[in-house]
């Protein structure tokens, strides 16, 4: 979810909408570009805002923020900000191990880093289902210590961090990658030991990035729904997710009460959309100065 | 890399800290693609091949082939004209469109799944209009390829956009002052400069629009050998307890992401220069 950066745009010749220029096609490929998404995305993600308002503020509410909506959402979003935690903390030390060390098999790890993120989550799903049921390779391990984490909201926390560590660790390995030693030698040759010299130069220089990673892998976590649906078991109040409870209103045919969780769901991911854009802001500003 | 004792950590943290991330890989990422073969095989290769010869299995591999093959084109000739009017031209909102081409990232995949239910469902907007013109979307297959356009929308072009913008416009404005059309200039300038970054961006939107689950299962309906591609074929399985099928269809899925995995890390290796590595 990297925003492009862009150079500004260049003063000469601005009357229009449009600057001149001597290449061809921009009408055709603008038109086609604002056709195409009208159509695919910004036409039917405004269904569900049009339908909602057509419910009435009480009709919403009755739905959106009843009390099986609300535990939902406290899972969604609970689970979803413990997973990204998790992530956040060993996404940090795998992207600095891959930036800074050599070990055997290094490229092999580099690649499978990025396995939740071409792997489909309903393999994820049922595989970490199989891990992690009772009789399962880490379940029979953990079941004799009384933890269960299959068909548990604990559940959701192991799908939930399966799927965000490629976001914490591809959001943290360029800018580690980029910090020159230069800035360390000179913390050392000052007498800063290794522990100050993190401390006080590296994490301030890589924390914009690692919370732009968080919050992507935050807002992933959210809306997923392939892989936890599995390990969840799906319990009304206790282990139901927000976008299981979208599907479930679904099959009872009650269009209106999927929409509303859905908007819900849609306003807190345009709020995480624009909480990520502000913290890449940050994260270049640190990184150009 | 070679560091200066002043600037790495003493040996037994470089180790420890290797540790510490060899061991959440392995528990985190490698045991879930091992356990999928595990399972597979469970029951031995005759039981492996019955659930992926099954004509219901078959008939969920067509489909999802069949949805790969409508929506990740399209999305190239999306991807590629979004990033040339973006990348070759200047224009006022062109950060808006930025953004708005990569929403369907920040979308929930059951909402992006619902979001055509209201439009082509039976109760939705066209609902009426469709259901006396005899059209079925929703519970059909194209319904299926909507809800993957949706989810593969932004792939090729948030890897051609960075890419574009960085390759500039000159070798473009030098081909149309000797004369060259639009088209030549295209195929003859731009896409032998950017072959490596579109192909990366397949890749992705391809791995994506074979596995996508969420968005599909809103719509799919879940007729069996109908409506059901890969990823919902094994949910089927899976609740039905029929795990050696389940797991079976799931290394062929598994196998893709693999294979993915592969070309994504080649092409790194070999044309870091030619394209726009970035998350996702």
């Given at each position: 979810m990297t925003t492009v950066a862009l150079p500004a745009a260049t003063p000469r010749a601005r009357r229009g909408l449009v600057e001149r220029s001597i290449m061809p096609g921009f009408g055709l490929t603008m038109g086609f570009t604002v056709f195409y998404l009208s159509v695919i995305v910004l036409i039917p993600l405004s269904a569900v805002f049009i339908t909602t308002a057509g419910m009435g503020f009480d009709g919403f509410v009755e739905v959106a923020l009843s009390q099986r909506a609300l535990y939902a959402y406290r899972l969604s979003f609970g689970a979803a900000a413990i997973a990204a935690s998790i992530n956040a903390v060993f996404g940090l030390v795998v992207a600095w191990v891959l930036v800074r060390y050599e070990f055997p098999g290094k490229r092999l790890v580099n690649a499978l880093v990025d396995l939740p993120f071409a792997l489909p989550t309903a393999v994820a799903g049922i595989a970490l289902t199989a891990l992690y049921a009772p009789n399962g390779w880490i379940g029979?391990?953990?079941a004799p210590h009384g933890i269960k984490v299959a068909f548990?909201?604990?559940g959701v926390v192991v799908a939930l961090t399966f799927i965000g560590l490629p976001f914490v660790v591809r959001t943290v390995e360029p800018v580690l990658a980029d910090l020159g030693p230069e800035v360390e030698e000179a913390a050392a040759s000052l007498g800063a030991g290794r522990w100050q010299t993190f401390?006080?130069?590296?994490w301030p220089a890589i924390l914009p990035a690692l919370a732009t990673g968080f919050a992507l892998a935050f807002a992933r976590a959210v809306g997923e729904y392939g892989s936890v649906i599995f390990i969840a078991g799906?319990?009304?109040y206790k282990s139901e997710i927000a976008?299981?409870?979208i599907v479930m209103q679904l099959e009872q045919y009650n269009i209106p009460g999927a929409t509303a969780i859905a908007a819900t769901m849609l306003i807190a991911s345009f709020v995480l959309l624009f909480a990520i854009n502000l913290l890449q802001g940050w994260s270049r500003r640190r990184m150009a100065a | 890399m070679s560091r200066s004792t002043s600037t790495t950590e003493p040996g037994w943290m470089r180790w420890l800290l290797i540790a510490l991330a060899l061991g959440f890989l392995l528990l985190n990422l490698a045991l879930p693609l091992a356990a999928v073969f595990f399972e597979a095989?469970?029951?031995?290769?005759?039981?492996?091949?019955?659930g992926i010869i099954e004509?219901?299995?078959i008939a969920a591999m067509k489909l999802t082939l069949l949805v790969a093959a409508i929506a990740v084109p399209v999305n190239i000739v999306f991807g590629i004209s979004a990033a040339w009017a973006i990348t070759k031209f200047e224009f006022r909102f062109k950060s808006l469109l930025i953004t708005l081409i990569d929403l369907p990232f920040s979308v929930s995949p059951v909402v992006s799944g619902l979001v055509y239910v209201l439009v082509f469902g039976l109760q939705g907007w066209l609902g009426p209009w469709l259901r006396e013109h005899d059209v079925q979307i929703i519970f059909a297959v194209p319904g299926i390829v909507l809800a993957t356009m949706f989810v593969t929308f932004p792939f090729v072009a948030r890897e051609l956009i960075p890419l574009m913008q960085e390759q500039g416009r000159e070798d473009e404005e030098a081909a149309i002052s000797l004369g060259a059309n639009g088209w030549q200039t295209f195929t003859r300038v731009t896409?032998?400069?950017?072959?490596?970054g579109l192909l990366y961006g397949v890749l992705l939107c391809n791995a994506r629009a074979m596995g996508e689950f969420g968005a599909v299962s809103v719509v799919s309906g879940h007729i069996r050998g109908l409506t059901n591609t890969m990823p919902l074929h094994i949910e089927i399985l899976y609740n039905e307890y029929n795990f050696v099928a389940a797991f079976a269809v799931a290394t062929l899925l598994a196998g893709l992401a693999l294979v993915t995995l592969a070309l994504k890390t080649l092409l790194e290796w070999r044309y870091r220069d030619q394209l726009h590595v970035g998350g996702h």
């Open positions: 029979a391990w953990l548990q909201p604990l401390a006080r130069v590296i799906n319990m009304p976008p299981l409870l | 095989f469970r029951k031995g290769w005759d039981a492996y091949v019955a004509p219901d299995a896409l032998p400069n950017i072959r490596w």
